[in-house]
């Protein structure tokens, strides 16, 4: 595979008759842990799963490519794959991390940070004054979600990398909400691209497992050393049924992707509302940004509730179509409460200044058709 094939080509050919032994056109799951030598000294392609797997490889290579990268390393989830990244770090080196990032990234750094592994800023990355200063300090990594979760604000990567790179600190970007079928962090300046592959590049909620791609070659064999030495790989059968379901990815992105739009300009307009936060909108902060440098606006969006907290139990209740659970990116409808699921692990007063209201409601869309799920969010909102 090059990085020239288009990614729908990709897709479809993801290790399809590669297997050497019996021509398999699918390829193989291998789930040995060991693999013997030829002789003594005389070791194969594979020696033990923790280090390297065949199953593992194609779809390090595959994602590898879809990103543009000169390799990926893939791990047991998406947080063991952000972790991985900070392996790479010195201790006490400054992250500069979204204020509105996902709950359990802010935990897992600030749990470094208690223990000064690694020392954290977090600021509105969107807010121009606010993100130099940051980076005046000389930061050794800046993190980058986008659009971020839950709330979908949109940064403009190309320019955040440029303003990085002057202080020379290297980006990370977690694409977890666009895939690099919508965005590809690589190609505009990111030198990391991170997964939680539980999410859209699987699809359909039967995996836990994250990936970590390098744009450098040596950045790559770090990461893959250090996964090797802390045994945060992905186990095979995970990597499989990963595969299996990134074979579809464009088709699921462009559906889901299309009746979320439809989805957020039917609710744009309910007054049981107080917001609709999706960057297809042309009323978002985002929207400008994100039309030029994704190639769509993905498949999740939020919305405020009109009223107190006091409503969200009621309209969740009377929901049929969404289930009320943690995770995104599958074929089923999701509808989760941020406050207390996703960033239940953040602070309270971090979340206030993230705008994380308590009437904030995160909405995964799914493979339903777009009137169903648009006529459940209206009964419930009446
Ligand atoms: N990054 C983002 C944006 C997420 O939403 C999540 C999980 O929800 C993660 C990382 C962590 O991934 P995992 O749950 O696979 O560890």
Redesign the pocket.
């Known amino acids: 595979m090059t990085k020239f094939e288009s990614d729908e080509t990709i897709l479809a050919s993801i290790g399809v008759d590669e297997d050497p032994g019996q021509g398999a056109v699918m390829p193989p799951l291998y789930l040995s842990s060991s693999y013997s030598l030829e002789g003594f000294q005389k070791k194969r392609a594979y020696d033990y799963g923790r280090t390297a797997n065949p199953t593992r490889d194609v779809l390090a290579r595959t994602l590898a490519a879809l990103e543009q990268g000169a390799g990926a390393v893939i791990t047991s989830?998406?947080?063991a794959a952000?972790d991985l990244v900070l392996n790479l770090l010195d201790a006490g080196a400054l992250i500069v991390a979204p204020h509105d990032c996902?709950g359990?990234?802010w935990r897992l750094f600030e749990a470094r940070a208690k223990k000064k592994q690694i020392e954290v800023v977090y600021v509105d990355q969107g807010d121009a004054a606010a993100l130099s200063g940051a980076l005046a300090r000389k930061p050794a990594l800046v993190w980058i979600?986008t659009p971020s979760?839950p709330l979908m604000r949109v940064v403009d990567v190309e320019a955040i990398a440029k303003a990085a790179k002057a202080v020379g600190a290297r980006v990370a970007a977690?694409n977890?909400?666009l895939s690099p079928l919508l965005l590809k962090p690589l190609a505009i300046g990111a030198d990391f691209v991170v997964h939680?592959t539980?999410?859209f590049l699987n699809g359909h909620s039967d995996v836990?497992?994250?990936a970590v791609i390098a744009k450098s070659a040596d950045d790559v064999e770090q990461l893959k050393w250090w996964a090797n030495c802390c045994g945060v790989t992905g186990a095979p059968f995970d990597c499989w049924l990963t595969l299996r379901g990134l074979r579809t990815l464009s088709v699921r992105l462009e559906r889901q992707q299309k009746s979320a739009a439809k989805i957020a300009t039917a609710l744009a307009k309910n007054a049981g509302l107080r917001a609709v936060h999706y960057p297809g909108l042309a009323n978002h902060s985002g929207h400008a940004i994100a039309a030029r440098q994704q190639k769509g606006f993905g498949s999740m969006l939020s919305i405020d509730l009109a009223g107190d907290v006091s409503v969200a139990p009621g309209f969740l209740d009377r929901l049929q179509r969404f289930t009320l659970a943690q995770?995104?990116g599958g074929v089923e409808s999701l509808i989760s409460h941020p406050a207390t699921m996703?960033h239940a692990a953040m602070a309270p007063e971090a979340r206030v200044r993230a705008g994380i209201t308590d009437t904030l409601l995160r909405l995964s869309i799914g493979l339903e058709h777009e009137d169903d799920l648009i006529a459940d969010l209206e009964q419930a909102l009446r």
């Open positions: 989830s998406g947080m952000i996902y359990g990234t979600e979760n977690d977890t909400f939680s539980t999410k836990v497992g994250g995770s995104l996703t």
